[in-house]
């Protein structure tokens, strides 16, 4: 007999996950993360595509890092190509949690470049946790040519990443502080100046980052 022919804990947590109770699907994705099990990962996957609770969808995420990498990675890694923009940043949040270096190759240009800035964002934190020893500076040019890019938030995000990045990420700045479009250009000098000084805060780097645009300098006199 096959776990969905049993009615056990384990297929009543399942099905719980699409009650309409948000707190019973919560108390349903730590049950089934409690008891991992293989039946489990794809009905995980399947509503983490479609949860709209962020808290839910962190206990489903936490659930699945319950389970062994390779039971999870390929899933993960087919929802990387679907339409839904959440499946896709969901997915990308997961494998950043597992951390299992076998899910790089599946991080695409595509996917970093996601016209969606959720999914993009989730991309950038992910490729920076997985990026193998050796290739941080081609993941920096790719990541900063989204400098200038969607809101606060998504500048933010993105700026951390580079920043992450370390020295890798020097070239790929440079270059972007001399880019025609100001918004890079502001991005670029915003994002070297929070690595200058990460307690001077994002808004104190992205004003002053306008106010060497508006001059029409560098930045980097004296």
Do not use: N, Y
């Amino acid at each position: 007999m096959t776990l969905s022919e049993k009615d056990t804990p384990t297929t009543r947590a399942l099905r719980a996950l699409a009650h309409g109770d948000a707190s019973v699907r919560l108390r349903a994705a730590l049950a089934v993360g409690t008891q991992p099990g293989a039946p489990c990962v794809a009905p995980l996957i399947e509503r983490c595509a479609v949860e709209p609770e962020f808290s839910v969808r962190e206990m489903l995420t936490w659930a699945l890092t319950r389970h062994p990498s390779d039971a999870t990675l390929p899933g993960l890694l087919g929802e990387l190509r679907s339409a839904r923009p959440q499946a896709r940043s969901q997915a990308l949040h997961t494998l950043s949690k597992i951390g299992d270096r076998r899910a790089w190759p599946a991080l695409t240009r595509s996917l970093l470049t996601d016209p969606d800035d959720e999914v993009a964002r989730s991309a950038w934190r992910t490729a920076v946790a997985l990026v193998p020893e050796g290739e941080e500076e081609e993941l920096a040019a790719v990541v900063a040519t989204q400098l200038g890019r969607g809101g606060r938030e998504t500048q933010l995000s993105l700026s951390r990443a580079l920043i992450a990045l370390g020295g890798a990420s020097t070239p790929a700045l440079h270059t972007a502080t001399a880019d025609r479009d100001p918004l890079v250009r502001r991005h670029a000098l915003a994002t070297e100046q929070l690595r200058r000084d990460p307690d001077a805060g994002f808004d104190f780097a992205i004003e002053e980052a306008k106010r060497i645009v508006a001059l029409g300098t560098d930045g980097r006199e004296g």
